[in-house]
């Protein structure tokens, strides 16, 4: 994109959330933004895990020039005793906002001799990145990392909560199938007698909070979105760019050599047939319970079908005794795997899967039918939306059982509906590829604003 001169001396915070991949997905985008405005100077805001985890994983020439790293305080407070509640960590970092990120922008302003002239930030920063961007007569932009339709689901937190006491079927938001309350993000609902998280409560604000926002970023394709959904999106907010898949490049750049992959992933795949693998990969944060874990092992072995599975040496420790040995003929099970590249690759047939927005992502991709086993957060919205698609099946009841999953495999990988689930995988894809002009247009537009700001 050009530069301009009123680019030149710009000056973008971005306030990452540093959990779960979220920071990742966000430094994503500003790469893409700092290519498309190499005159704008950013300043990506995140805590030392966060940016530890994330530069580690990134050489030097993975990172512009015009990105610079600053670390915020994670807000756990000195002597603090993990109790291990759920979204414990999220709850004390948000708590510590805005003012350890007000610090943060201070450093990066006082640094670097320029004012913040726009902020960027995660939408599950809503609340506090409004409040700063207000204080600070600047643009504010939140990204938004999941799927539109999660999205839609905390913008109508209080209609849905007003509507739906505890139970019941959501089906009065536009563009949306039909679903249960149980299918909806745990925050949205609030169990009768039960506090309410400061997470939870952040997010339920979100309805109100992002229509003061100069522009919403989504990453994800409108063209995968019902016209429904798209048009009541733009009547709610001032503004919707739809980017594209944020944790992968489309159209996607050559395979690597498969002699670069040090994990052996890719030579072991380049010895199976076409659409023959089961990929099985559950994310780092979701983790199967023994019993699940048990039963995955137990199909694979049944069904002999050729396997790759992305299993860390933690939970390699409750295999059942024997199983490597006796599947070393038609399975691999490895600590990590190069997803983005293993998905691409012409023997995956299948992704058992958590639901996690950006594997699901990289999945429409490469047109590879899944198989769901949704955990929680946005998972269960997205598993609905694999089988809206028809793309996919859940695993019945949402617990994997041994037979469960083997009746699973059988149907997408040998029947006829399974076929049918292959070719509407592959049209999905087609419609991706089709839509990645109208996402480079809304990227550009988004590189614009800053730069205009």
């Not at 050559?254 to 990969?281: H, I, N, R």
């Amino acid at each position: 994109m050009r530069a301009t001169k009123s680019s030149e001396e710009k000056h973008v915070a971005f306030l990452a959330f540093p959990f779960a991949s979220h920071a990742s997905v966000g430094l994503s985008l500003l790469r893409k933004l700092a290519a498309a405005a190499p005159n704008v100077h950013f300043s990506f805001l995140s805590t030392a895990k966060s940016s530890h985890s994330l530069l580690s994983k990134s050489s030097a020439e993975d990172v512009p020039r015009n990105i610079k790293f600053y670390q915020v305080a994670d807000g756990v407070p000195e002597g603090h005793v993990f109790t291990g509640k759920p979204l414990e960590p999220e709850n004390l970092f948000l708590r510590a906002t805005p003012g350890i990120l007000r610090k943060g922008i201070d450093m990066a302003a006082a640094e670097t001799g320029r004012r913040i002239t726009c902020l960027v930030s995660d939408a599950f920063l809503s609340t506090s990145a409004s409040e700063i961007a207000e204080d600070m007569s600047v643009p504010w932009i939140p990204v938004w990392t999941s799927f539109p339709c999660c999205l839609s689901a905390h913008i109508y937190t209080d209609v849905i909560r007003e509507r739906c006491v505890g139970s019941g079927t959501v089906d009065f938001i536009p563009g949306l199938p039909a679903m249960r309350v149980a299918e909806l993000p745990q925050e949205v609902m609030v169990r009768e007698g039960e506090e309410e998280s400061l997470f939870s409560r952040t997010l339920s604000q979100m309805g109100s909070t992002l229509p003061r926002a100069t522009a919403v970023v989504i990453g994800f394709f409108k063209e995968l979105n019902s016209p429904p959904l798209n048009h009541d999106l733009k009547s709610k907010l001032q503004k919707v760019l739809h980017v594209g898949f944020l944790s992968i490049s489309l159209p996607a750049p050559p395979l690597q050599p498969s002699s670069s992959d040090l994990t052996g992933c890719l030579s072991w795949l380049d010895e199976k047939k076409s659409g023959s693998v089961a990929y099985v990969g559950f994310g780092t944060l979701a983790s199967l319970p023994r019993e699940e874990l048990i039963a995955v092992a137990e199909a694979l072995q049944t069904t002999g079908v050729p396997f790759l599975w992305s299993l860390n040496d933690k939970s390699k420790e409750f295999l059942p005794k024997g199983f490597l040995e006796k599947t070393k003929t038609h399975g691999k099970v490895v600590p990590w795997t190069p997803q983005t590249q293993v998905l691409a690759h012409a023997s995956i047939g299948v992704f058992v899967t958590h639901c996690g927005a950006n594997s699901v992502c990289e999945s429409i991709a490469n047109g590879i039918p899944l198989i769901c086993r949704p955990f929680f957060g946005d998972h269960y919205m997205v598993g609905r939306m694999i089988q809206e698609w028809g793309i996919g099946v859940r695993v019945e009841g949402g617990v994997i059982t041994k037979n469960r999953l083997v009746k699973s495999l059988e149907l997408v990988l040998g029947e006829e509906q399974g076929k049918v689930m292959r070719e509407k995988a592959e049209a999905l894809k087609e419609v991706v590829l089709k839509g990645v002009d109208s996402a480079k247009k809304d990227l550009n537009s988004l590189a614009d604003l800053i730069s205009a700001s």
